[in-house]
């Protein structure tokens, strides 16, 4: 197993336009996490599922951003009509379902979003 | 109100020296707590976990940490820190929410910074 893998590592687009993180998470992890992180801060949680349903919602989660997990493996974040506040690292983890005691967080490497 | 506090934004030291980052919490019930380390460009890789027992855990890289339940803390230590050790430090609790959903509330971190 290679780890969670997050895919584009860094993507520029221009004010406006729509992007698509994906994130692949450990094979056997059924919680997957997407958080956002701006310099200087630590990670803001954004999402997670559990499976294939998304079991909660962060307020900073406007309806330009849309989160899907389809079948319960890779999930994918969308950002609509970006704005220049979206720039952020989007970091993705995985879990499993258990108590904090098995359930650690594994991150992906992040994927940073630059809007122009 | 559930919070973790890092009291230090920045913190230098030699190489060789002792290393202690701070971490304060404020959560009602047990806290899970964790330090998490983020190298620059990287994801966050756990360092190390507490969940009950012995206050005193052992992490990885040489790292360690104490919970002290009465001063609300779980600082991190390193006897002797390498200059691969310069990264920013997360310290985050893990929390249920009103919909007894598990997330992790994160510190703001600590950019340690090495000198040769």
């Known amino acids: 197993d290679t780890g969670v893998s997050q895919d584009p590592r860094h993507k520029i687009t221009k004010r406006g336009q729509n992007v698509t993180f994906r994130c692949d998470p450990i094979?056997?992890?059924?919680?997957l996490y997407w958080y956002r992180q701006t310099l200087g801060q630590g990670p803001e949680f954004l999402t997670y599922?559990?499976?294939?349903?998304?079991l909660e919602k962060s307020r900073l989660l406007s309806d330009r951003f849309s989160a899907e997990r389809p079948k319960g493996s890779f999930s994918t974040l969308e950002i609509q009509r970006t704005e220049q506040g979206d720039s952020a690292m989007y970091l993705c983890?995985?879990?499993?379902?258990?108590?904090w005691g098995t359930g650690e967080l594994f991150f992906g490497e992040g994927s940073r979003l630059t809007v122009l | 109100a559930q919070s973790v506090t890092q009291p230090d934004i920045h913190i230098t030291v030699s190489e060789g020296a002792s290393l202690e980052l701070r971490c304060n919490y404020s959560y009602g019930a047990t806290p899970y707590l964790f330090w998490y380390v983020q190298s620059p460009g990287q994801g966050l890789q756990l360092l190390l976990k507490y969940f009950s027992g012995d206050t005193l855990v052992q992490g990885i890289k040489g790292f360690e940490a104490e919970f002290k339940r009465s001063q609300s803390s779980f600082n991190l230590r390193k006897p002797s820190v390498h200059w691969s050790d310069a990264a920013e430090y997360f310290c985050a609790v893990g929390a249920h929410n009103a919909g007894n959903n598990r997330k992790l509330i994160w510190g703001l971190g600590t950019s340690l910074a090495v000198n040769p």
């Open positions: 983890a995985s879990s499993l379902n258990r108590g």
């Open positions: 094979s056997e992890h059924n919680r």
């Open positions: 599922f559990q499976n294939e349903a998304q």
